[in-house]
């Protein structure tokens, strides 16, 4: 699969700069590796490699045999690996953390220690940003990989990550949807009735750097044509940059049907630690992986 135009964009903007340190832990995965190896190519990444270090040689050697930009720091386990991963962000050798060969709980696990870890009193979204060439468009969504029932104040956190991510893709003042099921609020909806306090949080300046709507329904926010037939005015109806889920499961139901249903591509990262942290799927394409660090390496100069 190869970038789409957008993403593509963040790719050539992201390698302008000098190449970012990115910490891999559970490497010994072949394609984790393949994708360090082609941001290797693009100039984006120098990554260092933390797993067992006689398998990823062999691997990299197959790989990317003609590379030399990369170190190996032998783990003789999941936990080692992702504690020296998360110590080389910590100390600053490296400037993104990135999930191989190890579940999503092992690394965040290492991430969120109050010790050792990238704390920074900030809530850790996942923040999606998925380019779909059936309609032109690219979309950040959040949050559908991290948080699995937010809370009212874990909403606001979420829509302050996204708005933070956006910029990477020089998005100053996105337009914000909050997702629910119809746009009219009521108090059996939870959904709804955070959507609309949100709109007032930001109209108030207490969510800043974006415009916020909502209750809005997927349509109303994606589509010009579906906010004019159900007569929904304001400057983000049918315009949305950034799409704000009611929980995970919607989050991941809709990146989902976003990537394997309508042919987008998908770049995600964690943010509110101290570095952005690369968490992809196995199901993930290459491409997927490229620009998910080309997506970090931007967040990390901002």
Same mark, same amino acid.
């Given at each position: 699969?190869?970038?789409?135009?957008?993403?593509?964009?963040?790719?050539?903007?992201? &390698?302008?700069?000098?190449? /970012?340190?990115?910490?891999?832990?559970?490497?010994?995965?072949?394609? /984790?590796?393949?994708?360090?190896?082609?941001?290797?190519?693009?100039?984006?990444?120098?990554?260092?490699?933390?797993?067992?270090?006689? &398998?990823?040689?062999?691997?990299?050697?197959?790989?990317?045999?003609?590379?030399?930009?990369?170190?190996?720091?032998?783990?003789?386990?999941?936990?080692? $690996?992702?504690?020296?991963?998360?110590?080389?962000?910590?100390?600053?050798? $490296?400037?993104?953390?990135?999930?191989?060969?190890?579940?999503?709980?092992?690394?965040?696990?290492? #991430?969120?220690?109050?010790?050792?870890?990238?704390?920074?009193?900030?809530?850790?979204? =996942?923040?999606?940003?998925?380019?779909?060439?059936?309609?032109?468009?690219?979309?950040?969504?959040?949050?559908?990989?991290?948080?699995?029932?937010?809370?009212?104040?874990?909403? $606001?956190?979420?829509?302050?990550?996204?708005?933070?991510?956006?910029?990477?893709?020089?998005?100053?003042?996105?337009?914000?949807?909050?997702?629910?099921?119809?746009?009219?609020?009521?108090?059996?909806?939870?959904?709804?009735?955070?959507? #609309?306090?949100?709109?007032?949080?930001?109209?108030?300046?207490?969510?800043?750097?974006?415009?916020?709507?909502?209750?809005?329904?997927?349509?109303? $926010?994606? @589509?010009?044509?579906?906010? &004019? =037939?159900?007569?929904?005015?304001?400057?983000?109806?049918?315009?949305?940059?950034?799409?704000?889920?009611?929980?995970?499961?919607?989050?991941?139901?809709?990146? &989902? @049907?976003?990537?394997?249903?309508?042919?987008?591509?998908?770049?995600?990262?964690?943010?509110?630690?101290?570095?952005?942290?690369?968490?992809?799927?196995?199901?993930?394409?290459? #491409?997927?992986?490229?620009?998910?660090?080309?997506?970090? #390496?931007?967040?990390?100069?901002?």
């Amino acid at each position: 699969m190869e970038l789409t135009p957008r993403l593509r964009n963040l790719v050539d903007s992201a &390698k302008r700069h000098a190449p /970012v340190r990115i910490a891999v832990a559970g490497a010994e995965y072949t394609e /984790v590796l393949e994708a360090c190896a082609w941001a290797v190519r693009e100039g984006l990444a120098e990554p260092i490699f933390f797993g067992n270090a006689t &398998k990823v040689n062999e691997l990299w050697s197959q790989i990317s045999p003609e590379s030399s930009a990369f170190e190996i720091r032998h783990s003789a386990n999941v936990k080692e $690996a992702c504690a020296g991963a998360v110590e080389a962000v910590r100390v600053g050798e $490296a400037g993104i953390l990135m999930k191989g060969l190890l579940q999503t709980a092992d690394i965040m696990r290492a #991430a969120l220690d109050p010790d050792k870890g990238l704390r920074t009193g900030r809530l850790l979204t =996942h923040v999606a940003a998925i380019e779909l060439p059936c309609i032109n468009r690219l979309f950040l969504l959040s949050d559908g990989g991290l948080v699995p029932a937010p809370t009212f104040p874990e909403k $606001a956190e979420i829509v302050r990550n996204a708005v933070f991510a956006a910029r990477a893709f020089g998005l100053e003042n996105p337009k914000v949807a909050i997702l629910a099921a119809v746009e009219t609020i009521s108090e059996a909806m939870t959904a709804a009735v955070h959507a #609309a306090c949100l709109k007032v949080m930001a109209e108030r300046g207490q969510i800043t750097g974006c415009v916020v709507d909502g209750p809005l329904s997927l349509d109303a $926010a994606i @589509s010009p044509e579906a906010a &004019k =037939h159900k007569k929904i005015a304001g400057p983000v109806a049918g315009s949305a940059d950034i799409l704000i889920v009611p929980d995970i499961e919607a989050g991941n139901v809709l990146a &989902k @049907s976003m990537t394997f249903i309508a042919g987008g591509l998908m770049a995600g990262i964690v943010v509110g630690a101290r570095a952005p942290i690369v968490i992809t799927s196995r199901a993930d394409p290459p #491409a997927s992986k490229l620009a998910s660090i080309a997506f970090a #390496a931007a967040v990390s100069r901002l």
